[in-house]
């Protein structure tokens, strides 16, 4: 699968942004979905995944509450909504796919990534 996320740019404290993370492939559904995101000089985090059918979804304790994961199977693409973002929301954000059964949190969890698309949240 190849993934290509979008949906980054500017925003004020407070503010909401919508990522979108696109996929290609006939097999879309059969794959967990991960959201991570890497600030200058830090490690990659997990900020948030979703279980094959959209029925689970998990997220870092830092986000939990102002972001949202669905995805849409047949239009093979995953969303994050981020409200009341924070200057600490700032990042590089990226998309992940793994056919495993299960959500993992760890990076190494996911064999598939997208390019990554650039939030920036002004205080």
């Known amino acids: 699968v190849q993934l290509q996320a979008s949906g980054g740019g500017l925003v004020q404290a407070g503010g909401s942004l919508r990522l979108s993370c696109a996929a290609s492939?006939?097999?879309?559904?059969?794959?967990?979905m991960g959201w991570f995101r890497q600030a200058p000089g830090k490690e990659r985090e997990f900020v948030g995944g979703?279980?094959?059918?959209?029925?689970?979804?998990y997220y870092a304790d830092s986000v939990r509450g102002r972001f949202t994961i669905t995805r849409d199977n047949a239009k093979k693409t995953m969303y994050l909504q981020m409200n009341s973002l924070k200057p600490e929301d700032t990042a590089v954000y990226y998309c992940?796919?793994?056919?495993?059964?299960?959500?993992?949190?760890?990076?190494?969890?996911?064999?598939?990534w997208g390019q990554g698309t650039l939030v920036t949240v002004s205080s």
């Open positions: 492939g006939r097999t879309f559904s059969s794959y967990v």
């Open positions: 979703i279980s094959r059918n959209g029925g689970s979804t």
């Open positions: 992940a796919a793994d056919l495993s059964t299960y959500v993992g949190t760890r990076p190494t969890h996911y064999d598939y």
